[in-house]
């Protein structure tokens, strides 16, 4: 959920991105079990139809919510407010960071080669998902393509636990805390790159060309 401030911040699409989080997320009742449970093998204790409805009542819930929100907020009001909004994205960042990695030390003194392998693992695969998206969209133009890329080197793991707070492994609450590992620190990296990349590519808030 992090991908459109990200996009903000990296000079990307950040409307893109956003619109992209919103139907993937969506979907992922969908997607996600099936592919989890049927494609992968993956071992976890319930079944597709359970957590389809898991995860369909935590995004429903969430787009119910922000329904509501907008039909009870006056109108302007998330302009008026940007900045205390944005600070409490970022706040919200920082809670879910936090408690995810509860453990996680503990676990690297106890397993440092297992938790070598998750990073080494989510680092490489994001890098991958990131190069595979943007090279499937090069067609939208440099901007467009690198935003898609960075939405899907960013998965939304963080949604699966919710909906299996009672039934995850404990290797699976760890894989998906060392997988925010790259989501907060490959954009610092990637900056002077992503710089370089669009260098000379007119943002779409630039308007028309003079």
Not at 76 to 97: C, P, S
Request: glycine share 10%; with cysteine.
């Amino acid at each position: 959920m992090a991908s459109g401030a990200l996009a903000l911040m990296l000079g990307l699409d950040a409307a893109l991105a956003v619109l992209v989080t919103m139907l993937a997320s969506a979907l992922m009742p969908f997607t996600l079990p099936p592919i989890a449970l049927h494609l992968l093998g993956v071992e976890i204790d319930i079944a597709v139809g359970e957590l389809m409805l898991r995860l369909g009542l935590v995004v429903g819930g969430c787009f119910a919510t922000a329904w509501c929100l907008r039909g009870v907020l006056p109108p302007g009001f998330t302009l008026r407010h940007a900045e205390a909004l944005d600070g409490l994205a970022v706040l919200g960042l920082l809670l879910f960071a936090t408690a995810i990695m509860d453990g996680v030390t503990a676990m690297a003194l106890e397993q440092p080669g297992f938790i070598l392998l998750c990073a080494l693992a989510v680092f490489g695969l994001n890098l991958a998902l990131q190069v595979l998206g943007s090279a499937a969209f090069a067609w939208r133009g440099r901007r467009q393509a690198l935003t898609l890329g960075l939405c899907s080197g960013n998965a939304n793991l963080g949604l699966l636990l919710a909906a299996l707070a009672d039934r995850a492994a404990v290797e699976l609450f760890v894989f998906v805390a060392v997988a925010q590992l790259p989501i907060y620190t490959l954009p610092v990296i990637q900056r002077p790159l992503y710089r370089r990349w669009l260098a000379g590519e007119r943002s779409p808030a630039d308007g028309p060309p003079g």
